[in-house]
């Protein structure tokens, strides 16, 4: 481990499973050290039922690997690199909100809620509130003001109104106990500040904007009227959330003595404004203008920024949500993705190993289990690769968890069609990952067609480096070349290139990446004997999906 003499800073990446911390010197990028920590309320599967959509994750995890990954990020390091540590940010999964207190305590943190699922973080791929999310929609489009409108035109049961509004009616306890609400990257920051006062917490415009529905036009969030319509109960939360929000170069506020010290970092640390990871993992990856940045995981998040001064006055359909400043401040945010990725293959996996883990003896742990499930999407991985293509191979949509992007609608679910008696493991996985490069080609499609161009791809997230055969039918399918970054851990090293901005190491953000960005890693080029066969294969796609908004629109007719 090399010792440095200048000033450092640490980037913390709140992901679905774990808490990872990335140390470096904040002048040249040099990574000092890193470290991870994983949530054990969430790997023993509590709180958490697959079969109703619904994931939480308890408070006290995030707390206890918080401290845990930030002290085994500073061991081994000289008490001179440690105190020259300037700034921390933070970015978390999202929208993951949770119901907190005057002081913006969670309410899982209180004695009488401690064992409360809908008192825990409401993680992002929880889909209890799809009726909420249908209500909001309803009432959008005859409402005088659509304020869906900067959210693709539609709202996602993924997103924190509807998750709120889910919680408060169908628990009443939590409704009376709740005085506000906060996303898991507002809570963090604040939590670190030792802030108190919910009121007082600095909000995330990255956050508010693209699940809130929040912006300066309608003088931040939807009218009082608008959300009391949607339910009485919601009559004063609006004066109990916030009007002003802020954006990932500015600071939270400085790191309490309580916080310093269970850490070991310098009480002088500041602590920059929470953001949302694939945003921060664009910004790690060398996000500008008109590059799409796909962070590619369980799910995807598909990241683009734009000009203001061209595509401000621009709504773009069917998308995440467009905001200024949520990616790099100054610019548009546009926001993507599938909400189903690497989940696809890991339930494939799990489909395929569910008698093995029946007939394994009840005293194996959950690691034997993962780490059959890993070998076994290595050995589909390889021989799905050698498989020939043909326009009528086997083809899947990847909907499984729902379809975020284009035209978000969590009751779509995953097809397969044209399996035969030949069709083997092999032949379906290669449909699966063809499915999910198909719904990426639908995204840069929809992009395109609303006028917001594509010139470059970059690729970063665990499966970029763990699957050659998945990036290159990326590359086929979307007729493009595709970067990948060095970095394995481009989300934290965003957060950290924010850190040194909010400590004034670096002017902006732009600066801070040229100066710490250890650059790309490859490139996949698009196969030309493969592309004509895809595209056959991506119509087949479309026509499927086409085929499932039928039967959905037909079965919703009254009979």
């Not at 399918?477 to 060095?486: A, C, D, G, H």
Request: a negative charge; hydrophobic letters at 40%.
């Amino acid at each position: 481990m090399k010792e440095a003499v200048n000033d450092y800073v640490i980037g913390l990446d709140f992901g679905t499973d774990s808490v990872r911390a990335l140390l470096l010197e904040a002048r040249s990028g040099l990574e000092i050290n890193s470290a991870i920590s994983h949530y054990r309320r969430w790997a023993e599967g509590l709180y958490c039922d697959s079969r109703r959509s619904q994931f939480r994750q308890h408070p006290l995890d995030h707390i206890e690997a918080m401290e845990t990954v930030i002290r085994n990020v500073l061991a081994g390091v000289s008490e001179e690199v440690v105190a020259c540590i300037r700034a921390l940010s933070v970015d978390t999964t999202g929208s993951t909100p949770v119901a907190v207190d005057r002081h913006g305590t969670p309410l899982a943190l209180l004695p009488e809620f401690d064992d409360n699922p809908n008192a825990m973080f409401v993680l992002w791929k929880d889909h209890t509130a799809i009726a909420e999310a249908e209500e909001i929609n309803q009432l959008a489009r005859r409402w005088e003001v659509d304020y869906t409108q900067y959210s693709g035109g539609s709202y996602s049961s993924e997103w924190f109104w509807a998750k709120l509004l889910h919680a408060i009616r169908n628990d009443r306890a939590i409704a009376e106990g709740a005085y506000s609400w906060l996303e898991h990257c507002d809570w963090i920051p604040a939590l670190l500040c030792g802030t108190t006062d919910v009121l007082a917490v600095r909000r995330s415009r990255c956050a508010a904007g693209h699940k809130a529905m929040w912006h300066d036009e309608f003088g931040g969030f939807p009218s009082t009227d608008f959300l009391t319509a949607l339910d009485p109960r919601l009559d004063s939360i609006r004066d109990r959330l916030f009007h002003q929000t802020f954006t990932a170069d500015e600071a939270a506020g400085t790191i309490a003595p309580e916080w310093a010290d269970r850490t070991g970092l310098p009480r002088n640390t500041k602590i920059g404004v929470g953001v949302l990871d694939a945003h921060m993992g664009a910004v790690g990856a060398m996000i500008k203008p008109y590059t799409l940045v796909k962070v590619i995981g369980t799910s995807t998040c598909d990241m683009l920024i734009a000009p203001m001064e061209r595509h401000s006055s621009q709504l773009v359909k069917g998308i995440c949500g467009q905001v200024d400043g949520s990616i790099i401040p100054g610019m548009l945010g546009m926001e993507a993705g599938q909400s189903a990725f690497g989940d696809l293959y890991q339930w494939f996996a799990r489909l395929l190993t569910y008698p093995l883990t029946i007939l394994l003896d009840e005293s194996s742990d959950q690691r034997a289990r993962y780490q059959l499930t890993g070998r076994l999407l290595s050995i589909l991985d390889e021989q799905a690769a050698a498989l020939p293509l043909a326009p009528s191979d086997e083809v899947a949509l990847d909907w499984v968890n729902g379809r975020r992007t284009p035209d978000v609608d969590p009751t779509c679910s995953g097809w397969m069609t044209g399996i035969r008696l030949g069709t083997d493991a092999p032949r379906l996985f290669k449909a699966l990952v063809e499915a999910t490069a198909f719904g990426s080609r639908a995204i840069v499609d929809r992009f395109e067609a609303e006028g917001i161009p594509v010139e470059e791809i970059i690729a970063t997230g665990g499966i970029s480096k763990k699957s050659p055969y998945v990036m290159q039918v990326l590359a086929d399918v979307l007729e493009r070349p595709i970067k990948t970054v060095k970095t394995e851990q481009a989300c934290a090293l965003g957060a950290a290139m924010c850190a040194a901005v909010v400590a004034g190491i670096h002017p902006d953000i732009d600066h801070a990446q040229r100066a710490m960005s250890p650059g790309f890693e490859g490139e996949y080029h698009p196969d030309p004997r493969r592309v004509a066969i895809y595209r056959q294969l991506y119509r087949r796609y479309r026509q499927l999906g086409e085929l499932q908004a039928a039967s959905i629109s037909y079965n919703e007719q009254p009979k």
